[in-house]
Nanobody
Framework: QVQLVESGGGLVQAGGFLRLSCAAS????????MGWYRQAPGNARELVAV???????NYADSVKGRFTVSRDNAKNTVYLQMNSLKPEDTAIYYC?????????WGQGTQVTVSS
């Protein structure tokens, strides 16, 4: 069992930046991949970025070059650095962890990009 808590969301103007954090607790030894998903009103939840335990990453085409996912295994924390934000990035961002015990989700953190 894994618990995930996101933080760092907020309101920012287009072109600005935010850094999201997701802290995992519980059976963190079982986690293999961690990632970020987002869901905007009227849209399905979509993958934003994922990072494996070994450090390999994948990004959605819409964020590649602007967002960077990283993780600190010692702190059981994954980060999402979001630069050059666009209004279409507005969504609730959810942290996800996958491992041999299952798949887990955080409660989400709101990111709103204005103008």
């Amino acid at each position: 069992q894994v618990q995930l808590v996101e933080s760092g969301g907020g309101l920012v103007q287009a072109g600005g930046f935010l850094r999201l954090s997701c802290a995992a607790s519980g059976s963190t030894y079982s986690i293999k991949n961690m990632g970020w998903y987002r869901q905007a009103p009227g849209n399905a939840r979509e993958l934003v970025a994922v990072i494996a335990s070994g450090g390999s990453t994948n990004y959605a085409d819409s964020v590649k070059g602007r967002f960077t996912v990283s993780r600190d295994n010692a702190k059981n924390t994954v980060y999402l650095q979001m630069n050059s934000l666009k209004p279409e990035d507005t969504a609730i961002y959810y942290c996800n962890a996958e491992g041999w015990l299952g798949s887990y989700w955080g409660q989400g953190t709101q990111v709103t990009v204005s103008s």
